[in-house]
């Protein structure tokens, strides 16, 4: 069974007096601890199927199954809330830390809702950021950060639930060629240990470590 399961799904918006159809009758399947590589120029529907496939948006119509659940409109918000706290870890190019908190606040978000006790919190915070090298930088600001450094934190904070699925949107779409070699690095090892990856890029060099390329034009899998 697939861990991720999309038949036939579809994003339509209303733009003023405009329909755009973004996502166009996609259907996926990715098994546990693929690495899949969506690539597509801008406005080809990639992001949008990203924050479907993240329980950030709702398909208009199609099926998703995850994990051998359907996923539907009919599914409340707070379930899928949940659902996705449970499996699921984001990140996004432009890191999106909370600039008025620290590094190992930043890393602790995810856990308010799925590890009890603040200290249980804190000791995995501490540990993943010593993981991705940042145990010296723990109660830096992200604007005392590097970018390569705010992208570990923001490594760091996807992993912090222990989600069976990573999903990166242009991961090294704003580092450098050093630092983005970097968190390749990382993100490879992640998939080394059995973490499900997809990333969004127009990274040809990061696109070729995946198992798996998908490539989209005008909402459709082409």
Same mark, same amino acid.
């Given at each position: ?67 051998? #659940? ?7 918000? #707070? ?70 450094? #705010? ?5 760091? #904070? ?65």
């Amino acid at each position: 069974m697939a861990l991720i399961d999309l038949k036939n799904v579809s994003k339509k918006f209303s733009l003023d007096t405009a329909e755009v159809i973004a996502v166009q009758e996609v259907s996926l399947s990715v098994n546990q601890g693929e690495f899949v590589a969506i690539m597509g120029p801008s406005g080809s529907g990639k992001s949008t199927l990203m924050n479907i496939i993240g329980l950030l948006d709702h398909p208009t119509s199609g099926e998703y199954t995850l994990d051998g #659940r359907s996923v539907s409109t009919s599914m409340g918000d #707070r379930a899928q809330a949940r659902l996705r706290s449970e499996f699921i870890g984001f990140i996004f190019q432009t890191f999106n830390l909370l600039p008025n908190l620290d590094v190992l606040a930043n890393v602790e978000l995810p856990a308010t809702y799925m590890l009890s006790g603040n200290l249980s919190a804190k000791k995995r915070a501490t540990e993943l950021l010593n993981t991705v090298g940042l145990d010296h930088r723990l109660h830096h600001r992200p604007n005392q950060l590097s970018g390569g450094e #705010r992208q570990r934190v923001a490594i760091a #904070r996807a992993l912090m639930n222990q989600p069976s699925i990573i999903l990166a949107d242009e991961p090294t779409g704003n580092l450098d060629s050093k630092s983005g070699d970097e968190i390749i690095g990382i993100l490879q090892d992640l998939n080394k240990k059995g973490t499900t990856l997809l990333l969004v890029t127009h990274n040809d060099d990061l696109a070729k470590k995946a198992g798996k390329i998908i490539r989209m034009k005008d909402g459709r899998i082409v």
